[in-house]
């Protein structure tokens, strides 16, 4: 089987429209003002909360060995499985850590915002770290965030075996903990000496020289109850070479049909279940806005916009700009534009290998 991972393909793409803070705060909040508008967001949204992108400003791979594994290498039932599972959870395991204790940035807070003054109607999200829930959770019932938040790729913050039974991923870290004590020692001492491992987007690190034969994978216990032997987990999120599922595809068409402009926020669209949907917004002949530092895949498409700046140099004076006295007066906006961290992730220099 042979399957590529996602890539920016064409020509060199769009011409860069330089742009001050203070045009693109006018164009942009110009742009969402009407309202019902869909975002599409990114990896690079969560730059500033200290989750590495894939992609640099070139639109190249910012680390040129990574390697995925592949869906039908994790879902492999053979002995060849059982190790690509072992190398994918141990990589996991250390990697968790850093995205469960990631903090919204400001950006994420900027887009709480206008989630909760209406500005945006349906908010679909490639990420997979969960932080654009953490953003507005104190405001919105977890309910009414998932009919508001559509996570295209799935989350890291859930597991679930092949028969279905869903367990947390801060319980299945601990089941590894209890199972993998010479791991757990190593990450409390990463935790002590405040030392940090290389994490890519979806919550894996960088690990070199390391053998994955020693880790131990926990098994569904319930399933085991239920006589099911081999049962093993997979995080909800959407690996290479997995199909979206129908219900979540569906879903993020409908959401692009049901508003009348489309703003794409910190991603190049390297993956096409995200490029379609640019694609889907321009056939319907909406609006389309991209914010984004770098070459994108939509780069050459005739009818979208593209501004080359940070979100977090531009967003909360959008919402400001947009809200006017409203941003100075309704204290859930004051609160939201006052939050946020911005503490992108180390230099590859002050990161740890395994063996340090």
């Not at 009407?34 to 639109?59: E, F, H, Q």
């Not at 060849?80 to 994918?88: A, I």
């Not at 909760?116 to 109607?121: D, E, G």
């Not at 299945?172 to 791991?183: V, Y």
Request: net charge positive.
């Amino acid at each position: 089987m042979r399957i590529s991972v996602p890539t920016i393909v064409g020509g060199p793409g769009a011409p860069r429209r330089t742009i001050s803070p203070a045009a693109a705060v006018e164009r942009i909040a110009e742009f969402l003002a009407p309202g019902k508008a869909t975002l599409l967001t990114g990896a690079g949204v969560s730059v500033a909360s200290g989750i590495r992108a894939y992609r640099g400003k070139d639109g190249r791979y910012m680390n040129p060995n990574y390697k995925p594994i592949f869906y039908h290498e994790l879902t492999d039932e053979s002995e060849k499985g059982f190790v690509f599972r072992q190398r994918y959870w141990l990589r996991s395991y250390l990697g968790y850590p850093s995205v469960r204790d990631a903090l919204p940035n400001t950006s994420h807070y900027a887009i709480a915002a206008l989630q909760y003054a209406s500005y945006l109607s349906r908010l679909v999200t490639q990420n997979v770290d969960g932080l654009h829930h953490k953003a507005i959770a104190h405001f919105w019932e977890p309910d009414h965030i998932r009919k508001q938040i559509l996570e295209l790729h799935g989350t890291l913050h859930r597991v679930h075996c092949k028969h279905g039974h869903v367990v947390p991923r801060d319980v299945f870290q601990d089941w590894l903990s209890a199972s993998n004590p010479q791991w757990k020692a190593f990450v409390d001492n990463l935790e002590k000496t405040g030392s940090k491992l290389r994490t890519n987007p979806d919550g894996d690190v960088d690990l070199e020289g390391v053998s994955y034969t020693d880790f131990v994978v926990p098994e569904c216990p319930q399933c085991t109850l239920d006589g099911h032997q081999g049962s093993f987990y997979k995080p909800e999120l959407i690996f290479f070479g997995e199909s979206i599922p129908s219900r979540i595809k569906d879903r993020s068409f409908r959401d692009i049909e049901q508003s009348e402009r489309v703003f794409v926020l910190g991603t190049t669209l390297a993956t096409y279940s995200a490029f379609r949907l640019v694609k889907h917004a321009l056939e319907l002949r909406k609006p389309v806005m991209l914010l984004n530092v770098g070459p994108t895949r939509a780069d050459e498409l005739p009818g979208v916009e593209k501004l080359e700046i940070s979100s977090s140099l531009v967003l909360r004076d959008v919402v400001r700009a947009i809200l006017g006295t409203r941003a100075s007066q309704d204290s859930a906006i004051v609160h939201l534009l006052q939050s946020g961290i911005h503490q992108p992730p180390a230099p590859d220099h002050e990161i740890v290998s395994r063996n340090t």
